[in-house]
């Protein structure tokens, strides 16, 4: 045996590194919850612990190399402690599977996107054996697992609960649907009875998770959609605000969008990614929408709850990006006035379509250009920022802020984040907040 143990039941000690999208914090979460069965408990410094676990993104190339380098510090601290046992999960393990354990001799377990309820068995026969493993198969499914969460492993105002899984896509830069399987809907009692509980350990606030809400439901006879489950966790008593991730422009129903009028507790807030503002570029993505159709969804989610904030992604430097296809995106931001925007140069991922596309464009051309989008952005979240100074919102504490002396932070219903000064027993209430600087 590789580890020994002086006892059955003396903790274990756990410490998780998460990169990547919302989906890889929550199976973070979903993990220690599983060890904590097994007697683990987390702890916050990596070098006192007995289970190094790295949750991965192979979303764009920047995520993968971060995971490796993270991986890759772990060499000697491995050397030094051979008992330790490190694990890698997430996209990456699911990428390249096996092949890890050849690289990375340090390394001891592969764990696949859909294996994480798989880590106690893999350690179970680690400790026997000392085998060195790879889970990455795709067999697994919502049934397979005990329930979804059952409590947040530390105590949170605001958790994600994940309804589905997967893409069915195909957009042309995304390594989503290789990595995270064909899209899956988990059963809606399965969802508020998560809800549920998590609202029994003083949860106040769910942000429902999956690749595609929009597309929720879709392909399971008699199940509900994504607006009919909407519905369903509104009635969860006791939730204050509903939040939901990633909605893509092309599947956005008017059923759907009729929901910001009528769901008091869905908060006025959607992040609809838009990528380009080129429809040729639009096209070659294969998005599935056009520029204008795009323009008409905002204008019509404006039209429902006029104070609803819109966040979105966008790529500079597609391959077959013009300056005039890059000005459009420019263009657009100014149109739409996004309250927030997460951008990235393109790059090239494994197995993907716009791999094999013409027209690259230059390394510092692309970096040129997310320079001036986020310059752009910068301004424009900066102006409505300000238009908030002066005005009082309500904001959901969610615990002491990141920066730090007494201050608490909180959400505004559009997602801003406020810091301010308060007792620590707010934690977990909405209140009012005047705004005073932006
Ligand atoms: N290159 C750059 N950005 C990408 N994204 C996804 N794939 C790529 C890629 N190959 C961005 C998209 C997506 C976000 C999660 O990451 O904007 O919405
Ligand atoms: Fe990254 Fe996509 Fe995997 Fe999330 S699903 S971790 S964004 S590659």
Redesign the pocket.
Known sequence: PRVSRSSKNEARRIFVRTFG?QMNRYDSERLVEILGGEHFVVVEDYRRADLIFINTCT??DKAEQKAFSSLGRLKTLKRNRPELVVALGGCVAQQYGEELLVRWPHLDLVVGTHSISKVPAMLARYEVTGDRQAWVDFSYDFGDEPDGRVQPWKPEVSAYVTIMRGCDNFCT???VPMVRGSERSRPSREVIREVESLIECGVREVTLLGQNVNSYGQGASGEVNFAGLLQGVAQVEGLLRIRFTTSHPKDLSPTLMRCFADLPQLCPHIHL?V?SGSDYILHRMNRGYTRDHYLRLVKELRGMREDVAVSS???VGFPGETEEDFELSLRLLEEVRFDGL?S??????PQ?G?RLLNGKVEEEVKLERLQRLQALQERITLEKNEAQVGQTTLVLVEGPSQIGGSQLSGRTPQNRVVNFKGSPHLVGEEIPILITVA
């Open positions: 999208c979303v764009r830069y995304c390594i990614p990528q992604d966008m790529i997460f990235f140069k393109y790059s090239d991922r993907t716009a």
